[in-house]
C-alpha cells in the first residue's frame, strides 16, 4: 500500500513535503545548515586572526588574483539558479527538465571545482605557498578547502541521486532527497559568497 | 516483514536484534549500557586520582600516569558517561512524552549511538596503544600540540567520532519534538523533560560544530603540520581555547538542563501538584540556553583578554543565576503544601536542591572576574564544578533512572537498595567536594600529581579520599540493585507512580509501536487531565489502523565501523605512510554504506490492525 502512496495520480504542489519523512527531511536539514553554519562561522573567526600571519612568506596581496575567483563566483552563482529552475521543474512534475537542469547545475558546480584545483597548484607551485608554510596559509587551505570539499560532496550526492532515479522518475519518496541535495547546493553557494568577500576582497584591498 | 509476531531467542538473534535496532526504546538501553560502562571506567580513574592525593607525597601512580588518568577522567565523564546517560533518558521517555510512535530518523537515531560509542572505544584504546591522552580534558594548545607519543590524537579522533553522533542525536529530537508530537500536545503543554532535550537539542546543535573545527585545526597541527596554534609559524594558541569554550561552557548546559527536566518531572509526581509556574519553568529554559552561548569567555579570565571583555562576561556570567533561581524556587513552590511521598527517586531530587544552589553559589563567586584571578586553576573550580555536574546532572540521572525505570524495564528498583546508594553517594559526595573548596581557597592548585606536606593541605585530602571511597560504594551498591531487581523484582502496572504525563498512559511492557492509536492531548500533564475527569487512560484521537514502522539496518554500525578503522589510520599514518591505507579503507567502508544508504529505498513496514490484537509488536 505504501507504493500507491508515495506515486499518487496528481502529484501536489510541494511534493517534498507531502509525506512526514519529507517534512521531517526538511525540516532536519535545515537544522543541519544551521550547525554548518557555526561549523564555517568557527573556520571563518580562525581564518579573520591569522590572515595576516603570514610568516615571512606570500602575503594574500600577493597570491590572489580576482580575475579567476570572478569567474569562478560566477560558476557558482549560476549553479545555484540553475538548481533553482530544477525545483521548479519538480514542483510541475517535470522530470525530465528537472534532470536536465540539475545536470547543468553538475556541470556548473565540475566547472568551479576544476578551477579552484588549478587556483591552489598555482599557488602551491609558483609561490611555494603551502598549508604548511604558515598560520596564513594553514588557515587559508582549510577553510577554502573545507568549502571545496562540501562541493564535491554536493556534486556526488547530485550525481548519485539523478543516477538512481532516471529509471522511475519522480515520487514521494524521492522528492524530499532532491530538494534537500538543493538545499544544500545553495547553502554552498552562500558559504562562497563570504568566502569571496572575506578571504579574496578583503585580501586584496 | 509485515508483523514481527515471531518470538526471537538465542544469544545471536539478541544481539542481531540491537546491533540493527532503530527502536528509540532499544537505543535508549545501548545508551544506558554503554553510558554507565564508561562511567565506572570514569570513576576508576577517579578513584586512582584520589588514591594518589590521600597522603602527601605519595607515589601510587607516577607523574606521567596521573597525567593521563586525570584528562581520561574528566573526557570520559563528560563525552562518554554523562552525555549517553542523558541520552538515554531522552530516547527512553521524550517519544512517549509527546504521544509519538518513533523518534523523526530512527536510522540516524541509531547512526548517533553508534559514533559515539566507536568514538569512546577509539578513545579508550589508546590505554593498550602507548598510553592516553594527557593534556588535561580541555586540550589547551601548545601542551596539547607538543604532548609527545599519540595519547592526544586519539583524544582528537575518539572525540571528532562520537561528537558526531552527538550532534546527529541533536538534530534528531529537535524535528522529533517539533514535528512527531501527538494531536493537541502544543508547545506550551510539553512536558518539562521534553522542553529541556529540546533547548538542549539546539544547544547541541550550535556547539558541537566549534567542538568540530576545533579538533580538526588540532589534527591538523599535530598530524598534517599545518601551524594553527603554532607560535613558530605565526599561529595563535588562544584560538584553541576560545572554540574549546565556545563549545564547553554550552557543553555544560547540555549536561544540566535535561537534569532539571527530571527534577521536573520527579518533584510534581511525588509531591501530587501541578509544577509550579511551568511557563516560567519554560522561559528559564530557554533563557539559560540562549546566554549560555554568551559567557564561554569567563573561563578565559586571567588569559588577557583586557578589563572590558572580562567586565562583559562577568556579567553575562552572573545573570546566568536569574533564570536558574527563578527554577530553584518554583521546585520548592512546588514542594510546598504538597503531598510528599519519599522514594529514591525523590531523594535525590530534594537533594539535588540545596547541592546545587551551593554550586550555583561559587559559580557566582568564579564569574568576578576580579576575584577569579585568585580562584583560577584551584581546586576552588574543581569543587564548584563537581558541585553542579556530579550535584546537578549525576543526581538527576540518578532521579530519572529511578522513576523512569519501570517504564524502560518494567520493574521498580529495590527501595532499601536505593536508599543505600544515595545516603552512601551523598554523604560521600560532599565529603569529597565540600572541604576542596577550602584546599583551592587555601592555594592547591589543580591537576598537581603530588602535594607537600605540612601546608595545611593534608587532613583535607585525606577526608576528600574517604569520601570518593563513599561514592563507589553506593555506585556499587546501585549496580547490585540493578542486579537483583533484574531477576527478582516484580513486574509492576504501566503507571506505577500514578504518573501526569503521556510515558504513563502506556501498558507495561512498552509495545513496539508505543501508541496503538495516538492519544489526544487536551491539557498540560495530559494523562492527569483524564484522571481528573475520571478516565483512567488516554482518548484515541484516531480510529485503529494499520501502524507504519521503520525497518532496522546495520549500516548505522558499519558506517561507525568504517570511521573506527579510519581512525586508526590517521592517528598512525604520520608514523609509517602505509597506514594511509587504514584510512582509504575505513572512509571507503563509510562512504560505502552511505551510497547503500541513499540508493536502497527504505519504505518501513506495517502493522496490520487486525494483527493488533493479537499481540503483534509486543
Ligand atoms: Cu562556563
Known sequence: MSHDTLNPEVMPSEPEKAT??????????????????????????????????????????????????????????????????????????????????????????LGFLGFEIYEFYHYIHHYEFTFRSSAFGSAF???????????????????????????????????????????YWHFIDVVWVFIFTVVYLMGVI | MSTTTAQRTGFGAVLWDYLTTVDHKKIGILYLISGGFFFLIGGLEAMAIRIQLIKPENDFVSAGFYNEILTMHGTTMIFLAAMPLIFALMNAVVPLQIGARDVAFPFLNSLGFWLFLFGGLLLNASWFLGGAPDAGWTAYAPLSTTSPGHGVDFYILGLQISGAGTLIAGINFLVTIVNMRAPGMTYMRLPLFTWTTFVVSALILFAFPALTVGLFLLMFDRLFGSGFFNANMGGNSVIWEHLFWIFGHPEVYILILPAFGVFSEVLPTFAKKRLFGYTAMVFATVLIGFLGFMVWAHHMFTVGLGPAANSIFAVATMAIAVPTGIKIFNWLFTLWGGNIQINSAMLWSLSFIPTFTLGGMTGVMLAAAAADYQYHDTYFVVAHFHYVIVGGVVFGIFAGLHYWWPRMFGKILNETLGKITFWTFFIGFHLTFFIQHFLGLMGMPRRYWVFLADQGLDTGNFISTIGAFLMAVGTIVFLINVIVTTSKGEKVSGDPWDGRTLEWAI??????????????????DALWVEKTEGRKEMTPAEPLDDIH?????????????GLFIAGFGFIYQIDNISWLLAVFIGMGITLGAMFVRSVKDDLGHHIHKEDLDKGAGL
Open chain 1, 20 to 109: 512526514l519523512e519529507g517534512k521531517n527531511k526538511f525540516l532536519g536539514f535545515w537544522f543541519f545548515l544551521g550547525g554548518e553554519t557555526v561549523l564555517f562561522a568557527s573556520l571563518f573567526g580562525t581564518y579573520l586572526a591569522l590572515r595576516n600571519s603570514n610568516n615571512g612568506g606570500p602575503t594574500s596581496e600577493e597570491l590572489f588574483g580576482l580575475e579567476l575567483v570572478f569567474v569562478m563566483t560566477m560558476l557558482l552563482l549560476t549553479s545555484s539558479l540553475t538548481s533553482v529552475y530544477a525545483m521548479y521543474h519538480m514542483k510541475n512534475n517535470d522530470f525530465r527538465k528537472m534532470q536536465i537542469w540539475l545536470g547543468i547545475t553538475v556541470a556548473l558546480g
Open chain 1, 141 to 183: 587551505y582549510t577553510l577554502v578547502g573545507f568549502h571545496g570539499g562540501h562541493v564535491l560532496f554536493g556534486l556526488l550526492w547530485i550525481i548519485t541521486i539523478m543516477a538512481r532515479n532516471a529509471k522511475r522518475g519522480l515520487n514521494l519518496y524521492n522528492a524530499p532527497k532532491f530538494y534537500i541535495a538543493s538545499l
Open chain 2, 507 to 524: 501498558p507495561n511492557p512498552t509495545p513496539h509501536y508505543n501508541f496503538k492509536q495516538t492519544p489526544l492531548v487536551r491539557g498540560l
Open chain 2, 549 to 561: 514502522m521503520p525497518n532496522a539496518s546495520i549500516l548505522p554500525f558499519i558506517m561507525s565501523l
